[in-house]
Every structure is written in C-alpha cells, then in structure tokens.
C-alpha cells in the first residue's frame, strides 16, 4: 500500500483564490511528522509546513495551513490568496517514528499546481 | 538556507562509466540522505548517512554506493552507468538539536545517462 497518496496530479486555481493540496497517509506508527515541500520550475525543494502526530491544532505558515484529521489520516494543504508564484509542484511527506535522529521519510508522487491570473 | 552544495550541477555520461556525485554540507549536521526524483514516483530513497562512515541502504540502492569519510561531503558513486539512473538526484541533510523537523534539501543534480 502507498505510505503517501496525492491523488491530484494537477490543478487549476484562479489568482487570489484559496486552494486545497489532498493527501492522504497510511502508518501504524503513533509518531509521525506530515511535510509538505514545494518545487518551483527552478527545481529546488522548498520546505513549507510541518505538522506532528501529536500536535492538537492545525499547522499554520503565512498563507498556508495543513488540515490535519488524524482519524482519517489526511493532512490537506491549504494555500489562501494564491498567487503567480505559487505554481509549482507540491509533495506531501511523511516521517515515520519521533523527530530527530534518522528521518525515514516517504515523498508523494506530486501535485502540480497552476495559477491563473 | 541551509549550506548545502551539489556537484556536479548537470552531468551528461554514457552508459557504463563510472559516475560520482558529491554533497557538501557546511552545518554540521549528522544525517545526511541521497535521493532520486523521477516522473510518477516522487523523491525515493537511495542511501542515507547517520555519522562518518556510517551508511546504509534505502529504498532503492541497487547499482549505487556512497561513501562518507567527512562529516560535511556524502558521495554518491554509480559504479557503471545505466539509462534508468537518468534522473535528478537530491542530497539532503537533517540533525539532532532542537525541534528538528525537516530534511534540508540540496539544489539538485540532473544526470542524463546516454
């Protein structure tokens, strides 16, 4: 089974438009930390927000925001007003086990996101 | 931005040559990860460090070996070139201290395997 599923392999969101990244996740690990990393054109991995297997609120970084429902094992990417810069790709991660230390982590296939002006 | 360097930045190369890519690291952190990112897969572990000479396998280590015989430069070594390595292949770094949450990602090297 996928440990990171991204079932959007592209999207569309109009300038100034809030946009939602899905991604689901499978582990029976009680520890685990959610990523998300952005790819522009450029090629480089850009960490964006983290979210803990423990952490009582959503995580929240400027415009983006993870939606975290824990019993459905989802961490969705909000990102609010989007804008022209923000079209990329978007891949959820997944670490398995406590922080720290060697970081087993599992990529997504990728969301490709495109803002229109 | 973390310090991380990649070198070489692009490399063309033939099937059946030896190939060396190289991570720089200036901060000292303990961890370090090779990974290849392909079209439909995502970023998929190669080999990863935990401390100078100390490495292991990931999730796809066939036909590549690593060396680390510094703290701050992690090798990666393609020992004989095939076309299915064609792909970009990212270095990453992550430690320890404080909070630690995320790997930092180097800038990537894009090898073409003719």
């Known amino acids: 089974a996928q440990k990171i599923t991204q079932t959007q392999p592209g999207m569309f969101v109009q300038e100034k438009e809030a946009v939602t990244l899905d991604c689901t996740y499978d582990?029976?690990?009680?520890?685990?930390?959610l990523f998300w990393y952005k790819q522009p054109s450029s090629g480089e991995m850009i960490f964006l927000i983290y979210?803990?297997?423990?952490?009582?609120q959503n995580a929240t970084e400027g415009r983006y925001s993870l939606n975290f429902q824990k019993a459905r094992k989802s961490a969705n990417l909000v990102i609010s007003a989007s804008q022209l810069g923000d079209s990329a790709m978007y891949f959820c991660?997944?670490?398995?086990?406590?922080?720290?230390?060697?970081?087993?982590?599992?990529f997504g296939t990728g969301t490709k996101l495109q803002v229109i002006p | 931005d973390a310090g991380i360097t990649q070198s070489p930045r692009h490399k063309v190369t033939e099937t059946g040559t030896p190939v060396t890519l190289r991570c720089h690291q200036t901060?000292?952190?303990?961890?370090m990860y090779w990974y290849r990112q392909d079209p439909g897969h995502g970023l998929r572990l190669i080999h990863y460090?935990?401390?100078?000479?100390?490495?292991d396998k990931g999730e796809v280590s066939d036909g590549y070996s690593v060396s680390r015989s510094k703290t701050e430069d992690f090798l990666l070594t393609l020992e004989s070139a095939t076309s299915s390595q064609t792909s970009v292949y990212f270095c990453?770094?992550?430690?320890?201290?404080?909070?630690?949450?995320?790997?930092?990602f180097g800038p990537g090297t894009r090898l073409t395997v003719l």
């Open positions: 990453a770094i992550s430690d320890l201290q404080g909070r630690v949450r995320e790997q930092f």
């Open positions: 582990t029976s690990d009680p520890s685990y930390g």
């Open positions: 979210q803990g297997s423990y952490d009582q």
């Open positions: 991660a997944m670490r398995e086990g406590a922080a720290g230390g060697y970081q087993k982590v599992t």
């Open positions: 901060e000292n952190h303990r961890y």
């Open positions: 460090s935990y401390g100078v000479k100390d490495t």
